[in-house]
């Protein structure tokens, strides 16, 4: 495969069919000392190749180490052994911490944590101020930012008086208002309501599809697994399963041992196929069950 070697950080290109590598973790293992000084290991050596565009989403149960994987992607943890690759620069380069921490915008679980100044606009502009950028140019990427999250009515808002979902967008805003490539995504859906999760899954969808970002999102929510061009299944610091959404959500049984949920229309196939109505495998959505049912 073809390295990205022209011009600026985060230019990538595509060689024939081939799309660029983003992100390239190589025998990645993450070790960590227990209080009574037991050396663990969060990440057992794991490989994971992601190309520029790819929408990626991982799932594992509780401590299967995806969050530990998500901070080694932005350089927030180095790797023991291995590597980890942004964009053809290497996490523990140090000189190129702050342009890796630029290119891999990180989302995280909890919006109150992350949302720090008194108005929205504000707080979209903290990132882009502290790269250093005029503060006209900061004007017009907080505008940009706030309207491809939808928010842009919403300038001078106090963040706190916003819904959680809302809350969620101002995050991201303040993220892509740095102009990352990679956009990582860390159980961002998980303290929200139905309403906020599918806000906020709009706007990741939108984000990869309409600007071209790199998704890596972490859920436990089958349902939102389901939009990604891949799923990674992470078990005991170990990549366990990968592929393609239907691929995966078809290994049912697997996934039950590995204590994972399935989305919810493969869990009804299941059941009605064991009721004994016959319907093909790999029903990931509800119009693939209605077009099965009465085709
Ligand atoms: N610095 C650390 N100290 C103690 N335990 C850690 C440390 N880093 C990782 N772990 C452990 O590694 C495992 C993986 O953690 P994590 O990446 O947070 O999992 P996940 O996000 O999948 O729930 C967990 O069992 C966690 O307790
Ligand atoms: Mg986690």
Not at 120 to 145: H, M, T, W, Y
Not at 232 to 253: L, T
Request: hydrophobic fraction near 40%; aromatic fraction near 4%; include cysteine.
């Amino acid at each position: 495969m073809l390295e990205a070697k022209f011009g600026f950080p985060g230019f990538c290109f595509r060689a024939g069919s081939e799309w660029l590598k983003v992100i390239e973790v190589k025998d990645l293992v993450h070790q960590y000392k227990t209080p009574q000084g037991e050396a663990k290991k969060a990440l057992q050596g794991i490989s994971l190749t992601i190309k520029e565009g790819e929408f990626v989403a991982v799932i594992g149960h509780n401590g299967s180490g995806k969050s530990t994987l998500a901070k080694h992607l932005n350089a927030l943890l180095l790797p023991h052994q291995g590597k980890v690759v942004i964009n053809g620069i290497d996490t523990s380069t140090q000189e190129r911490l702050w342009d890796i921490r630029q290119q891999v915008g990180m989302v995280f679980q909890n919006p109150d944590n992350q949302l720090i100044a008194t108005t929205v606009e504000e707080d979209v502009a903290f990132g882009p101020e502290n790269l250093g950028i005029p503060p006209v140019k900061i004007r017009q990427l907080v505008d940009e930012s706030l309207e491809c999250v939808g928010l842009d009515e919403f300038k001078a808002r106090a963040p706190h008086l916003l819904s959680g979902g809302q809350k969620q967008r101002v995050a991201i805003a303040g993220v892509i208002a740095m102009k990352p490539r990679i956009l990582v995504l860390d159980e961002p859906t998980a303290m929200l309501d139905p309403i906020g999760r599918k806000e906020v899954m709009d706007t990741v969808i939108g984000l990869n599809k309409e600007e071209g970002l790199t998704i890596v999102h972490i859920t436990h929510f089958m349902e939102e697994a389901v939009f990604a061009d891949r799923v990674v299944v992470m078990e005991e610091g170990n990549i366990v399963m990968e592929g393609e959404p239907r691929q995966v959500f078809s290994q049912v049984d697997i996934l039950r041992k590995l204590r994972l949920d399935v989305p919810p229309m493969t869990e009804l196939r299941e059941r009605l196929v064991q009721s004994g109505i016959k319907l093909p495998p790999g029903i990931l959505n509800v119009e693939e069950m209605v077009m099965a049912l009465c085709p």
